[in-house]
């Protein structure tokens, strides 16, 4: 079973981090690398170098697209998702950080897919604050995906 070991919890003054997918989300990284080095401290984790970091919400979107088609080729396949992904986000593939995962086909026998991005902007916001700590994070998930692996980590005692 997985058991928390250290915990703590830190309030922060909301205009510190503003999460957003469109605009900066940290309004000063030093400032909030205290905060996080400070927190790391009171949990007793201050040797601790890789984390796993779960984004806000605001800060990545989550689409589920579906083709309407079936592809011809590999290259066609990823010609549509780029064109979907680009007009879903409303964002180019070059500013966009970009996780995909193919889901069941949808109830037509269409092929679907689970798509979340976050522009590559601000996940270099929140990577140049764990920069400043000498931290690295192995893995980065908007928060709602952070919390259904820890719910699966609990559900199946890993």
């Not at 909301?14 to 997918?21: A, G, I």
């Not at 700590?133 to 719910?151: D, K, M, N, Q, T």
Request: glycine share 4%; net charge neutral; with cysteine.
């Amino acid at each position: 079973m997985c058991k928390l070991r250290r915990a703590a919890t830190f309030n922060i003054d909301e205009s510190l981090v503003r999460p957003s997918f469109d605009e900066p989300n940290i309004a000063n990284k030093a400032q909030l690398a205290a905060v996080l080095n400070d927190l790391a401290a009171s949990a007793g984790l201050m040797r601790q170098k890789r984390w796993s970091l779960s984004l806000p919400e605001a800060s990545a979107r989550t689409l589920v697209l579906t083709l309407e088609s079936q592809s011809q080729s590999a290259s066609e396949l990823q010609d549509v998702l780029k064109w979907k992904i680009e007009r879903g986000f409303s964002a180019s593939m070059e500013e966009l950080s970009v996780s995909r995962d193919r889901l069941q086909k949808d109830a037509q026998g269409r092929d679907r897919y689970l798509v979340i991005a976050v522009r590559k902007a601000i996940l270099a916001e929140y990577e140049a604050v764990l920069d400043s700590l000498s931290w690295r994070a192995g893995l980065i998930l908007p928060r709602h995906l952070g919390e259904i692996e820890l719910l699966d980590l609990h559900s199946f005692g890993r």
